[in-house]
């Protein structure tokens, strides 16, 4: 999907003010992080390592694994591409509604897939079947209980759980502890939405090394650009220091959406993370975007477009405590 995400700036003339359209951490790059990149900008006059595996070791230290089961890539989207391409024409089940991104991996590479929801999992014919967890843009959860268990159920199938915002919530451990015993478990994670950077694109597969094996061949060499890897090397050895409190976090989300539950005409839908659906009553979901970015220079998520997602629905983001009073009162205007 090159236009219809979240964060569509690109698309917008003028200036945004505050975006509530997408997931990354609102405060923005740690400064530390930042000052890392910028001193190794002379770095872009080299060719970076054709794989990024100096960022294995890393990872398995802080995992707890083995370099050999780790492959990094240019954001989470190119592993899902990987990932398809390596399953070319097989079949795949998609639990949504959920991340567009998975579907274009599946008709890039030919897979014959269905949307399904969460109690037809069971159920569901597929060799190749996609999670999201927390997941976009409903930020409802699978406990690690539920998902090992539908490992264990369906040896066939193999399982891709992407962890691309599990730093966003308190109630989910990553399972890729996971992937030294169940072959049929590939995870996928990002560094881009906990640290504020997804214009450099960063994100990485977690699996067993047989997997990785096969998925390397697959893989096009120098997509993960110097200064990512520069910054994924100050991440992984300064994590704790540079990850935000998700627990702040979500008790400014809670009074961010206790707020708009007072507002008439639209419903606030339950989540588990910053950020989260909004039903809206009697009104159009392209019309609000609309009204808010010519008279408040506010950017929401337009969710109408998320598949097997019926009705209008926005998503936002908690931002800021000023920013989210703005847009309070602006929504009130509104209805």
Same mark, same amino acid.
């Not at 990354?24 to 000052?35: A, E, M, N, R, S």
């Not at 595996?53 to 050999?68: G, M, V």
């Not at 910054?231 to 050895?237: K, P, Q, T, V």
């Given at each position: 999907?090159?236009?219809?995400?979240? %964060?569509?700036?690109?698309?917008?003339e /003028?200036?945004?003010?505050?975006?509530?359209?997408?997931?990354?951490?609102?405060? /923005?790059?740690?400064?530390?992080?930042?000052? +890392?990149?910028?001193?190794n900008?002379?770095?872009?006059?080299?060719?970076?390592?054709?794989?990024?595996?100096e960022?294995?070791?890393?990872?398995?230290?802080?995992?707890?694994?083995?370099?050999?089961?780790?492959?990094?890539?240019?954001?989470?989207?190119?592993?899902?591409?990987?990932?398809?391409?390596?399953?070319?024409?097989?079949?795949?089940?998609?639990?949504?509604?959920?991340?567009?991104?998975?579907?274009?991996?599946?008709?890039?590479?030919?897979?014959?897939?269905?949307l399904?929801?969460?109690?037809?999992?069971?159920?569901?014919?597929?060799? &190749?079947?996609?999670?999201?967890?927390?997941?976009?843009?409903?930020?409802?959860?699978?406990?690690?209980?539920?998902?090992?268990?539908?490992?264990?159920?369906?040896?066939?199938?193999?399982?891709?759980?992407? +962890?691309?915002?599990?730093?966003?919530?308190?109630?989910?451990?990553?399972?890729?502890?996971?992937?030294?015993?169940?072959?049929?478990?590939?995870?996928?994670?990002s560094?881009t939405?906990?640290?504020? &950077?997804?214009?450099?694109?960063? /994100?990485?597969?977690?699996?067993?090394?047989? @997997?990785?094996?096969?998925?390397?061949?697959?893989?096009?060499?120098?997509?993960?650009?110097?200064? =990512?890897?520069?910054?994924?090397?100050?991440?992984? @050895? @300064?994590?704790?220091t540079?990850?935000?409190?998700?627990?702040?976090?979500?008790?400014?989300?809670?009074?961010?959406?206790?707020?708009?539950?007072? &507002?008439?005409?639209?419903?606030?839908?339950?989540? @588990?993370?910053?950020y989260?659906?909004?039903?809206?009553?009697?009104?159009?979901?392209?019309?609000?975007k +609309?009204?808010?970015?010519?008279?408040?220079?506010?950017?929401?998520? %337009?969710?109408?477009?998320?598949?097997?997602?019926? /009705?209008?629905?926005?998503?936002?983001?908690?931002?800021s405590?000023? =920013?989210?009073?703005?847009? &309070?009162?602006?929504?009130?205007?509104?209805?």
């Amino acid at each position: 999907m090159l236009n219809g995400h979240g %964060d569509d700036l690109h698309l917008i003339e /003028g200036k945004i003010k505050y975006n509530f359209s997408s997931n990354v951490y609102y405060k /923005g790059c740690p400064k530390p992080l930042l000052d +890392e990149i910028s001193k190794n900008i002379k770095e872009i006059q080299s060719y970076p390592s054709p794989i990024a595996n100096e960022l294995n070791e890393l990872a398995a230290k802080k995992f707890q694994l083995h370099s050999n089961q780790f492959l990094f890539t240019n954001g989470a989207t190119e592993a899902f591409y990987l990932i398809a391409q390596l399953f070319s024409r097989k079949k795949a089940a998609i639990v949504a509604p959920t991340f567009a991104e998975y579907e274009d991996a599946c008709n890039i590479f030919k897979l014959d897939y269905q949307l399904i929801s969460k109690s037809e999992i069971k159920d569901a014919n597929a060799d &190749i079947l996609f999670i999201c967890n927390p997941n976009n843009p409903t930020g409802h959860i699978f406990s690690n209980k539920e998902l090992a268990l539908l490992f264990k159920q369906k040896p066939a199938t193999t399982f891709v759980i992407d +962890e691309a915002y599990i730093e966003f919530t308190n109630n989910l451990e990553s399972v890729a502890s996971l992937t030294t015993t169940h072959t049929n478990l590939i995870v996928v994670r990002s560094l881009t939405k906990t640290f504020t &950077i997804p214009g450099l694109r960063l /994100g990485y597969i977690i699996s067993n090394a047989s @997997n990785i094996s096969a998925l390397l061949p697959l893989k096009m060499p120098w997509s993960v650009n110097v200064l =990512a890897i520069k910054a994924g090397e100050f991440i992984f @050895n @300064n994590y704790k220091t540079l990850q935000f409190n998700a627990s702040e976090l979500l008790e400014k989300t809670s009074i961010f959406k206790k707020e708009l539950e007072r &507002i008439k005409g639209i419903k606030v839908c339950e989540s @588990n993370t910053s950020y989260f659906l909004i039903e809206l009553i009697d009104t159009s979901a392209k019309k609000l975007k +609309e009204y808010l970015i010519e008279k408040h220079q506010i950017l929401i998520r %337009d969710a109408t477009n998320f598949n097997n997602l019926e /009705g209008e629905y926005i998503r936002l983001s908690t931002q800021s405590k000023a =920013a989210n009073q703005l847009l &309070i009162q602006a929504l009130k205007e509104w209805i």
